[in-house]
């Protein structure tokens, strides 16, 4: 593949790369390392505060796993990269959510004083008003603030709807069991073709 798109010149350097499971596992790690430096280093020269969004959850293997994300100005442009994702190996208490955080901002230069706002979920670990995560970041750093996700809101809010609402609502359900498998995908795309729908691949 290499010799017919680049020339038998790249095809043998390419062939001299080694692909031992370690030198890949190396780069991967020495890649990762390097794209967070670079997101370190615009956290620290924005001309404004960045935002936090923390999203605490359980994966396919029952381990509860913090991922982090974050929103900053560079450049005058809003961006929003991934920050970290760290495992909550004992409780997920708000002591070890509270944990990773801090110690990533210590291991990386960085301190509350640059945080403005910390979004997340509405599970008590997080949002509780008195000992939960936003709390405490409030006790140390008063100026942050703190507000709920806005997708869970609508989660939240589609549950005290009317009956006759609701049930517009299942289309959503349709939508995602066709996109949830290729095959059905496929199948509902070549519906929409002998229907002569405008709909393409199932996509709306």
């Not at 006790?139 to 942050?144: E, F, G, M, N, R």
């Amino acid at each position: 593949m290499a010799d017919i798109m680049l020339g038998e010149e790249t095809e043998v350097k390419s062939s001299q790369i080694p692909l031992a499971n370690d030198t890949i596992r190396g780069r991967v790690e020495d890649m990762s390392k390097d794209i967070l430096a670079q997101v370190v280093a615009d956290l620290i020269s924005s001309p404004a505060k960045f935002s936090l969004q923390l999203d605490e959850t359980t994966d396919v293997s029952n381990l509860s796993q913090l991922a982090v994300l974050v929103r900053y100005v560079k450049d005058d442009v809003i961006n929003e990269d991934f920050l970290f994702c760290k495992p909550l190996t004992t409780t997920t208490k708000v002591a070890e959510v509270n944990k990773p955080v801090d110690n990533f901002f210590k291991d990386n230069n960085l301190s509350w004083d640059m945080v403005s706002a910390v979004c997340s979920d509405r599970v008590p670990v997080t949002q509780g008003r008195k000992s939960g995560f936003g709390a405490v970041v409030k006790a140390d750093a008063p100026h942050i603030i703190v507000s709920h996700c806005i997708l869970h809101r609508h989660a939240l809010a589609t549950k005290t709807l009317p009956p006759k609402l609701a049930e517009v609502l299942k289309i959503v359900d349709c939508v995602n069991y066709l996109q949830s498998s290729a095959l059905r995908h496929r199948i509902f795309s070549e519906l929409c073709k002998e229907m002569g729908s405008e709909l393409k691949g199932g996509k709306h």
